[in-house]
């Protein structure tokens, strides 16, 4: 019995120790991060911007990195284990990131274990807020020097910072170059050694009483000898835009065209004015600060460019896309000869671009003009194709119908009076029947007139026939005309028959 109690003891005993054992790991282990903002301690560059991390209860976080020229953002999702936060990043503004460590010594206070752009590895942030300290061990606070020996209005620049570290902005009117690293100082000179962007030179500037630096050697812009002072302010004179010229006065785009450069230029390019872009209508195009114009919908609109005092307006259009089809309000299209006509045609969508070429497959047939409009040259059939700007084409037929009948009869035909020879002879008429071009027989249509009915008489459709009466061989003329009443009444050319006695 006593044994039993004495195993129960250990049992019990050895539960209540894993149990502690177990709520003091989780304790010790678990630290509870969400809700809390974390600022660097290291003040950067000097002012009372930190960089930031907060992190979210729902697991995710966002962190301000300040670098020399102001905010990135990093983003993503957090997650703790022992004395580490390990944070994912899902988006960021500078860098490649995928991961940032942060070991935490306690819940107050986090170390930076990954290199950052403004926060370097080792940097300590903390839950309580305090302005960086400066360190004078470089005899240097945050301070801009400036050059000036230039006159541009962009001016070369070293941020020398108390953290050891500097940026060289060597730039003019037609670019920058920057250079970062870190300094010391050796007497009255200071020493730089720059990143990739240096390529391993060192550059250096000598300390003078008055408190400026003087260059050592050539940057690029900034050359040896030149002199930088940070009580020298960048030039704040202005100088006013005195002209604004645009590629083109009208522009056009087709839809979904982006980023589409207006190339407008103000002189002088100096000028402290800047450009800026007004539309009218901004459902048809918007235009970026730099000038980039993207379409947005089919139609037309202005653009106000000003500089200044000085303002010019260009015209946009934003044409659709295709056309995908071109159509015709008449075709085939009939005409007749030494007539004009025209082919009216329109792309489809009747957004697109109704700019259109037109060009005739027989010109000796129908010629065509560039808007359109046909001329009937002999009676014929021929085609025009129409081509749209994007090449989509469509054919259009033309008939050239003739106003005159054609006649097919031997002129000065030899007949004997009153031996009863007869003249054959066919009349056509040129027309168009579904599209084509046809000789039309109407011979029966015709009838015969001469002032010697003595002699020459019509006998039936289609023949002429000698008669008698005539005393002496002579030509007898005639012609022949449509007497039926109907709307063509034309009158042929006059023949002749030369009538023997």
């Known amino acids: 019995m006593k044994k039993r109690i004495a195993s129960v003891f250990i049992l019990l005993l050895t539960v209540l120790l894993c149990l502690s054992g177990c709520t003091k790991k989780e304790e010790t282990a678990g630290y509870d991060l969400s809700g809390k903002?974390?600022?660097?301690?290291?003040?950067?560059?000097?002012?009372?911007?930190?960089?930031?991390?907060?992190?979210?209860?729902?697991?995710?976080?966002?962190?301000?990195?300040?670098?020399?020229?102001?905010?990135?953002?990093?983003?993503?999702?957090?997650?703790?284990?022992?004395?580490v936060v390990t944070l994912d990043v899902t988006e960021t503004g500078v860098g490649e990131f995928q991961k940032i460590i942060f070991e935490i010594e306690d819940e107050d206070t986090l170390l930076l274990k990954t290199t950052l752009a403004g926060s370097l590895e080792g940097y300590i942030f903390s839950t309580t807020e305090t302005k960086g300290s400066s360190t004078t061990e470089n005899d240097f606070t945050y301070t801009n020097y400036y050059n000036i020996s230039q006159s541009s209005t962009k001016v070369s620049r070293v941020e020398i910072r108390s953290d050891g570290s500097f940026a060289f902005i060597d730039q003019n009117d037609f670019g920058i170059t920057e250079i970062n690293g870190t300094f010391k100082?050796?007497?009255?000179?200071?020493?730089?050694?720059?990143?990739?962007?240096?390529?391993?030179?060192?550059?250096?500037?000598?300390?003078?009483?008055?408190?400026?630096?003087?260059?050592?050697?050539?940057?690029?812009?900034?050359a040896t000898g030149d002199i930088f002072s940070k009580d020298y302010k960048p030039s704040s004179a202005k100088v006013p835009c005195t002209g604004l010229t645009s590629l083109y006065n009208n522009y056009w785009a087709t839809e979904g065209v982006k980023n589409y450069d207006l190339e407008v230029k103000a002189t002088p390019e100096n000028t402290t004015d800047v450009i800026t872009y007004t539309v009218e209508d901004e459902s048809v195009v918007t235009v970026s600060a730099d000038g980039k114009a993207s379409t947005v919908g089919?139609?037309?609109?202005?653009?106000?460019?000003?500089?200044?005092?000085?303002?010019?307006?260009?015209?946009?259009?934003?044409?659709?896309?295709?056309?995908?089809?071109?159509?015709?309000?008449?075709?085939?299209?009939?005409?007749?000869?030494?007539?004009?006509?025209?082919?009216?045609?329109?792309?489809?969508?009747?957004?697109?671009?109704?700019t259109l070429t037109y060009e005739s497959s027989d010109k000796s047939i129908v010629t065509v003009d560039k808007d359109g409009n046909l001329f009937g040259v002999s009676p014929g059939n021929a085609e025009v194709t129409v081509k749209?700007?994007?090449?989509?084409?469509?054919?259009?037929?033309?008939?050239?119908?003739?106003?005159?009948?054609?006649?097919?009869?031997?002129?000065?035909?030899?007949?004997?009076?009153?031996?009863?020879?007869?003249?054959?002879?066919?009349?056509?008429?040129?027309?168009?029947?579904?599209?084509?071009?046809?000789?039309?027989?109407?011979?029966?249509?015709?009838?015969?007139?001469?002032?010697?009915?003595?002699?020459?008489?019509?006998?039936?459709?289609?023949?002429?026939?000698?008669?008698?009466?005539?005393?002496?061989?002579?030509?007898c003329p005639f012609y022949f005309e449509f007497s039926d009443g109907s709307s063509l009444h034309v009158v042929s050319d006059t023949y002749y028959a030369h009538i023997e006695k």
């Not at 903002?37 to 729902?58: A, L, P, Q, R």
């Not at 000179?189 to 400026?212: W, Y």
């Not at 071109?326 to 299209?333: A, K, Q």
């Open 185 to 222: 100082k050796e007497g009255d000179v200071l020493k730089m050694t720059g990143d990739e962007f240096s390529k391993g030179k060192e550059f250096e500037f000598l300390v003078q009483k008055d408190g400026t630096l003087k260059l050592q050697n050539d940057i690029g812009v900034s």
């Open 388 to 475: 749209a700007v994007n090449g989509t084409s469509a054919v259009c037929k033309v008939c050239v119908e003739g106003e005159t009948v054609i006649f097919e009869i031997e002129n000065y035909a030899k007949v004997k009076a009153q031996s009863g020879d007869l003249i054959p002879f066919k009349a056509y008429l040129i027309a168009c029947y579904d599209g084509s071009v046809n000789k039309q027989d109407v011979t029966e249509w015709v009838d015969f007139h001469t002032a010697y009915t003595s002699a020459l008489t019509l006998k039936s459709p289609g023949y002429l026939c000698a008669s008698g009466g005539i005393y002496e061989t002579f030509d």
């Open 298 to 354: 089919v139609g037309k609109t202005k653009i106000h460019i000003k500089c200044g005092d000085i303002e010019r307006v260009v015209g946009f259009e934003t044409r659709a896309k295709g056309p995908s089809s071109i159509t015709f309000d008449e075709n085939p299209v009939y005409i007749y000869f030494n007539n004009s006509g025209k082919i009216k045609a329109k792309a489809l969508p009747e957004t697109a671009d109704q």
């Open 37 to 83: 903002t974390y600022y660097s301690t290291v003040d950067d560059y000097g002012n009372d911007e930190h960089s930031k991390i907060w992190f979210g209860k729902d697991g995710s976080f966002v962190m301000k990195d300040n670098f020399y020229d102001g905010y990135y953002e990093i983003s993503g999702t957090w997650k703790v284990s022992e004395n």
